[in-house]
């Protein structure tokens, strides 16, 4: 199964977010881990992440797993393997599982004439009629609605609603080979200037659907790489306080890492956001977004001013399968 990237790279948006720093005050230098001891002690972590990372990708829960996305449509939207169904499950799903209604911002499961399978469950209790929980960008969690190895969903995705199907059995999770990962390079990790906005900013995201998402942006953390000075953009993803988001892409994506992005998570900078201060930016840990795995996640997409004019050899290269 091959993605099909052409369609959607051309999404991204432009950021203008200069006007929101106070002047530059310094530049900053590479992160030296000061010796051997400590490059070996990065070196093990930076293992036991990588390692850690493959588990959850390939986990009863994880991204391989995803096996349909289907929009909701208003009024009665049917559930099952059955032909005609809206949302189709693969055999052997019970021809006819149940009934999702969507009515405004309300979405309910109905169960078909004869009622719900008898093993069909929400949220770890039998099944019931009644109205589901949507997940969503502000960080609800979803209903969970399972019948044996298959899980279904439903998120609000830029004002629409769409259900996404989970198969702890789908093809993709049983074919999964592994990570690919550049070697651990500590150059790439470098200590970044943090220079927070002088005031609130909400940046628009573009994601893969075409659809944007309002996200907090801090700052900008600036870095020097190769003798040139780079800015990058982070966001903070809903229900997280503690991390910051980089969603990027380098020089790299035309051949050996994923096309449409990569994303870095971080701890925050040494004063907090709202103060100048330094972040650790370890490009090591650079990861592939769901959408390298699976054409049925919905992936953010980089802003314009976080498109790189280096290649960042480092991190976790492109997925094959």
Avoid at 130 to 140: K, L, N, Q, S, T
């Amino acid at each position: 199964m091959k993605l099909h990237l052409a369609w959607f790279l051309s999404l991204t948006a432009a950021i203008s977010p200069l006007a929101l720093l106070p002047a530059l005050s310094a530049q900053s230098t590479p992160s030296p881990l000061g010796s051997a001891l400590a490059e070996a002690q990065w070196r093990q972590d930076l293992s036991d992440w990588r390692a850690q990372r493959e588990k959850e990708i390939s986990a009863p829960d994880g991204w391989l797993t995803l096996a349909g996305l289907d929009w909701l449509k208003p009024g009665i939207n049917s559930v099952g393997a059955a032909e005609g169904s809206q949302i189709k499950l693969p055999a052997p799903a019970p021809a006819h599982l149940g009934l999702f209604t969507l009515s405004g911002k309300i979405v309910q499961l109905l169960s078909p004439a004869g009622g719900f399978p008898a093993d069909l469950t929400i949220d770890g209790q039998p099944a019931r009629e009644g109205r589901i929980r949507i997940g969503g960008v502000d960080g609800a969690q979803p209903s969970a609605i399972v019948w044996h190895n298959l899980t279904l969903i439903v998120l609000e995705r830029g004002g629409r609603y769409v259900v996404r199907l989970k198969d702890v059995n789908s093809p993709t999770r049983a074919a999964f080979h592994g990570l690919h990962w550049f070697a651990p390079d500590p150059r790439l990790r470098v200590e970044a200037l943090w220079i927070p906005y002088d005031q609130p900013h909400i940046e628009k995201i573009p994601t893969v659907l075409g659809t944007t998402l309002d996200l907090p942006a801090p700052g900008v953390a600036e870095f020097t790489l190769d003798g040139k000075i780079l800015r990058l953009y982070p966001v903070i993803e809903a229900g997280e306080k503690d991390t910051l988001f980089f969603i990027l892409k380098d020089e790299t994506s035309s051949s050996v890492t994923y096309q449409a992005a990569r994303f870095l998570h971080t701890g925050l900078p040494n004063h907090g956001l709202n103060q100048e201060g330094m972040l650790i930016l370890d490009f090591n840990r650079l990861e592939n977004p769901p959408c390298a795995y699976t054409p049925f996640a919905t992936c953010p997409l980089p802003p314009e001013a976080n498109r790189l004019p280096v290649a960042l050899q480092a991190g976790e290269m492109r997925y094959e399968y």
